[in-house]
Every structure is written in C-alpha cells, then in structure tokens.
C-alpha cells in the first residue's frame, strides 16, 4: 500500500484546524463518538450517515470552524476512498468469482473429502481460512453455512464442534489479514507496509484461529449442544453448474495476491534498493493494486471459463460482484473523514502528548481504543477506522515491523465481542437457529478469545522484532 501524504497523515505536520486545548479536545472526541455510537445503536442510522454527522459534531465541539471541519472530513474521505477503494471493489469482484464459479465449493468439497472424524473441525477451520482471504465476512458466511449445516447433519456432529471453527476461520481472516477492508484502512492510516503487515498478520492468525477455532469448538460444544437446524440448509451455488474449476486452479487464484504481496515485501528486504531492476519489478507486481487485479484476471480463465461462463455472463457478474459493496466504501471512506477531522483538529497530537506520561505500551493502547469502540458501535471496520485516526500519529516514529504491529492491535481489538449492536451477531444467530444467551457463549466468546490471544501475540512479537 502506498502511503497518504506525511502531511495528511502526521498530525505533528498538519496546522490543526482550532486551538482547543487538551480538555476540550477530550471532550470533543468523546462526544463525537457518542454520537456516532448513539446514532448507530438507538436510533438505527446507517454507518456512513452516523460517521459523517459525528465528524461534522467532532469539529463542532473543538471549537473548530464549519467550513473547515467539512473541509477535513471531505479530504479523509476521497484519500482513504482513493487508497483502499479499488482493491476493495477488486476484492469483491474476486470473492463473487470464486462463490458463482463454484470455485469455492470445489475446494470446500476437496478438503472435506480428505477429512473426517476428530480432524473435521480441522478441515472447516482450514476451508473457512482459505475461502476466507478474498471474500468479506459477510459472504463467507452465507457461502460456508450451508456446508457447516449439512456437515454437522450427515456427520452426527454438535453443530457448534463444526460451526465455530468455520466462524473463526472467516472472523480471523477478515479482522487481521489484508485485502479486507479494515486492515487495508489501517494501513493506509498509520502508514504500514502492506506486505510486512500481510506477513505478520498470517503468522498471528495461524495460532489464534487454531485456539478460537478446533480448540474453543470442544468448549463450545459441551455449553451448547444443539443440533443443525434443518430450515437454513439452503443450495449451494455450484448446484446449477454442469461442470467446476479444478481445485489446484481455484487454490493458485485465491493465493495469487497474497504470493505477489509477500514476495514484494521479501524482495525489499533482500534486496533493500530502491533502484535495483529487481525491486523496481515487484514494487509493481507485488502492489496491492496489480496484485489484485492480475488475480481477477487470471480468475477469468481459471474459474469463469471452466465453468462455462460466457463474455457476456462474466461481464453480468462483475457488475453483481460491485452492487454490493457500495456500502463498504461509504462506511470505509466516512470512516475515513472522520480520521481526518480527528488528526485535523489536533487529536493525535494529544494522544502523543498524554501517551508520553503513561506507561502503557502503544500496541496495547491502539487495542484498547480499538475494543471501546468495538464495543460502543458494534462495528469491526468502524472501530478499525476511528482507533487507526487516533493512533496514527504514535507510528511516526515506529520501525516498519512495529508499525505493521500496530494495524494488528487495532485489527484484534476491532473483534472483541460481539454483542446485540453487531450485524453479525444476529447473522450468526439465525442461520445456527440459537437463543441470544447461546449465541453469547458461543459467538460472542469465539469473538473475544480472537481478539485477546491475537492482542497478546501481537505484544509478544513486539518484544522479539
């Protein structure tokens, strides 16, 4: 990813926009968050309407001028929009190929296959994490719950022993490793590598989804034993398809991106010339933009075409794999105004300043802010984007590794559980047919132990890198 402007993004660099002192900028972030929070959970306003009009009562309670204040939130939100809004709409077009094409059913039947018995939840862990990288959470839920439900049923299993390590799988993957959305926002907001962060991110996520996901699943089982709801078993999208993507084909497409990206970062390491032809190559092959794109290229004659996709049903399916995105990027750039007006009206500055007197370590602070705001709004993204506006300003002066470190605290934290103002909390609920306090020793629980063992490598790794 590359970075935003130092003058846009370092608060230490950008004239505030009023000269609020400490306590009223505290007061002002806390109201403006308030209102976003109340917007968002009594009075049911959509994220992107709630982020605009809290940015806009942000600049208003610092004291700053309104014409300035909107100034602030329109620059946020066409940099952050400009950033991450194309890789988001080419995520989305390579999550709807891979589901239509009936790539992701390939390799969902390959794996379980190979699978049975106690190595079952391994294998939906492991499906879920694959299928997972390029789709949002939302749609790999819908896509793998039918396969959860039909599992559990055919084998006699809990539906929580088989359920859970899929939901851990899918949650791990869109909190921590890009090109989801929130991680691409952070990063794009502190100024990570991508490549560094992806690297880091797939390292935490192993053992955490392992811990949240086939481990918790026992646990999970025994406080909730309910079997498969037969209402929610629903047809698959490869059913109407005569013929599928091979499973090695389907696998090479979905880590296409992730092998370009990392091998960028591994050749900067390496190599550590900017004018080397090497680096100059995979600075262009390995950027999140052309890496993505050459995925969903590729993804025409590896998924579409063996599918017996025609031109003019690829083209239908592009547009179909975009109309649902529209959302993301109003909440993914609002969230990014309000970034901005938080940096602009000196906030960041502030958390420099009140930081130095603590002695609480930066990773844990972003995590922290991230998880209150997780909690307060029920967004993951939402938590993402305002925790990353805030904390911005501590990477300044941060290595690369812990720079991509502090994305990843902001990430874990954005998960914290899941309670009754989170969307996915009621996804959950319905499709699995539970009762709210079930959902809340099940989900709920999966979400925080994600968080927390994520949290603490993420502090762990801070010491030895």
């Not at 609480?360 to 939402?382: E, F, K, M």
Request: proline share 5%; aromatic share 6%; glycine share 10%.
């Amino acid at each position: 990813m590359t970075r935003l402007s130092v003058e846009i993004l370092a608060a230490d660099t950008v004239e505030p926009i009023t000269s609020a002192g400490h306590a009223q900028l505290g007061i002002a972030v806390l109201a403006g968050i308030a209102v976003i929070v109340l917007l968002i959970t009594q009075f049911k306003l959509h994220a992107f309407l709630a982020l605009t009009i809290g940015s806009l009562a942000l600049g208003a309670f610092a004291g700053a001028p309104l014409d300035k204040a909107i100034a602030s939130f329109t620059t946020g939100l066409g940099a952050t929009v400009a950033g991450v809004g194309v890789l988001i709409a080419l995520g989305a077009i390579l999550g709807k190929m891979l589901a239509d094409s009936g790539g992701a059913d390939q390799i969902v039947d390959t794996i379980l296959a190979k699978a049975g018995g106690r190595s079952m939840p391994w294998a939906m862990v492991l499906i879920a994490s694959v299928i997972g990288l390029p789709l949002f959470f939302e749609v790999g839920v819908v896509l793998l719950i039918p396969v959860v439900l039909m599992v559990a049923k055919r084998g006699n299993y809990s539906l929580m022993r088989i359920g859970i390590p899929a939901l851990a799988g899918l949650s791990v993957m869109h909190g921590l490793v890009p090109p989801h959305p929130g991680p691409l926002v952070a990063i794009d907001a502190v100024g990570a590598n991508l490549g560094v962060t992806l690297a880091l991110g797939v390292l935490i996520a192993i053992p955490t989804v392992v811990v949240a996901g086939p481990l918790f699943s026992r646990v999970a089982a025994r406080w909730v034993d309910v079997p498969a709801p037969d209402r929610m078993i629903a047809q698959r999208p490869s059913e109407d398809l005569e013929k599928r993507p091979g499973f090695g084909a389907t696998l090479a497409t979905i880590l296409l991106p992730v092998v370009l990206m990392l091998s960028k970062a591994l050749v900067d390491i390496v190599v550590d010339d900017p004018e080397h032809t090497v680096q100059r190559v995979f600075d262009v092959v390995g950027s999140p933009l052309i890496a993505l794109l050459t995925a969903v290229l590729v993804g025409i004659f590896t998924l579409l075409r063996p599918a017996g996709f025609a031109k003019d049903r690829i083209s239908g399916l592009v547009e179909k794999g975009l109309a649902p995105i529209a959302g993301i990027l109003l909440i993914v750039g609002a969230g990014g105004g309000f970034k901005q007006t938080l940096i602009d009206c000196g906030v960041g500055q502030m958390v420099l300043d009140i930081s130095k007197d603590w002695s609480i370590p930066a990773l844990l602070l972003a995590w922290l802010i991230a998880v209150t705001i997780r909690l307060a709004t029920g967004s993951a993204t939402v938590a993402t984007i305002s925790a990353a506006g805030l904390v911005a300003p501590l990477a300044a002066d941060m290595s690369t590794t812990h720079t991509a470190l502090l994305v990843l605290a902001i990430g874990a934290g954005s998960l914290f559980f899941s309670h009754v103002n989170d969307a996915g909390f009621w996804l959950v609920k319905e499709y699995f047919g539970l009762t709210v306090g079930q959902n809340i020793k099940t989900w709920s629980v999966m979400e925080t132990i994600i968080s927390v063992v994520a949290g603490g490598l993420v502090l762990l790794l801070s010491l030895v890198i």
